[in-house]
């Protein structure tokens, strides 16, 4: 059993005993293996067939072991970091149009959709800001939350640990709803990623190898399905949530669990048309006719969105700890564990560029938009580049 990238950090029992929490850690350690197997590959030089030409640069300060995203609304980013800092950011020149310190440290954050911008503490305070930065409101949700809220349909959709979503007027905080997931006798302690489709939905995994859409007006569950089922005889082998946001193309939706199967299908019902055994915590990513994902091992593989098909796998960057991918035009990039994002040609595999954005983690996908791509890294350095 592999259990990949620090993932002991990411368990978390909601009913604990004293024999259950001593097997985990055992089965932990047997399953880590040695330094020398998690060695991550050595980097083959690579000559890159087009260049990411840096346009503007800023920092929003450290997220530590955090993932922190950028979030575009409009001609706005909008950034945010561990220590608290929360920032506005001009989209063509990265000049700061605000930058607030936040009371407490944060947790995960920002959501906004350009009017209010929401960011939530370690404590599971949320705190919202007008489009000028100022104090709005600030709700606690009363449990720690690792999910990156969404703010979308004039409701704060903030989804925490103990699997409650909980949408709340984005105006000012009143709780509109609660949606109660029941509680799995153990879990990843990790975001769950929501995407937010429209104004009206959030597609988002649930423990158990499950995902599925919600309705952001009220919380009503639309459908629900499954993509994988657990396996093995102990808890931990049986570990196969659906953590990552699911990606979307047309009318095509894919899900991928960890310790269980990758899938693709309608969007509208949740019908998979097809699956494939898969382990990834860092989710997929979509062209027009393929669907991206990279395992544990860091192997990165293409599957046909139509039948599953493998299409190609690239195993040059084992154990480097690839971050979420983002696909866009023709090229998927990955950032990885030592700050190098990674360019794959979408139709083979082939590595076609490379660029060292720094020295810090990259966790969080890239985010394209305006013909510049960003890139957030766990030191807090946002860069948007310019691919030529």
Known sequence: MTLGMNVSRHITRV??????????????????????VRKPAELTPVANQFDMQPVWTTNVGSSESFNFHPVVAGDMVYAASHRG??????????????????PERLAIGPGSDGRTTVAVSTKGTVFAYDDSGKSIWKVSVGSEVLSEPIVAGG?????????????????????KWVY???????????????????NEVIVTGFAGGRFGM????????????PVSFPKGFSEIERLNDVTAK?????????????????????????????????????GTSQS?????????????????TKDGTQVWENTQLTYRDLGESLAVG???????????????????????????????PISAAPVAVGGLILVQSQGGKITAYSPK
């Open 15 to 36: 009913a604990s005993t004293t024999i259950l929490l001593s097997l985990v850690v055992t089965a932990l350690v047997a399953c880590s293996g040695n330094s020398r």
């Open 85 to 102: 800092n929360l920032a506005k950011i001009d989209l063509a020149t990265g000049n700061k149009i605000w930058e607030v310190s936040v």
């Open 155 to 175: 409701i704060v959709i903030v989804r925490a640990l103990d699997n409650r979503f909980i949408g709340l007027d984005a105006q000012t905080g009143t709780r």
């Open 180 to 198: 109660q997931r029941q509680q799995s006798a153990l879990s990843l302690r990790v975001g769950y990623g929501m995407l937010a489709i429209n």
């Open 214 to 225: 919600i309705a952001i007006a009220n919380g009503g569950l639309v459908w629900e399905t």
């Open 246 to 282: 699911p990606s979307m193309e047309g009318d095509i939706i894919c899900a991928v669990s960890y310790q269980g199967r990758i899938g693709c299908g309608q969007a509208r019902t949740g019908n998979l048309i097809w699956f494939k055994d898969y382990s990834s915590y860092t």
């Open 288 to 304: 027009s006719d393929m669907v991206f994902s990279a395992n544990e091992k860091s192997y990165v593989t293409a599957f046909a």
């Open 330 to 360: 023709r090229v998927l990039l990955m950032g990885d564990a030592q700050g190098y994002i990674h360019a794959f040609s979408q139709a083979n595999g082939e590595m076609v560029a490379r660029i060292r954005h720094d020295s810090s």
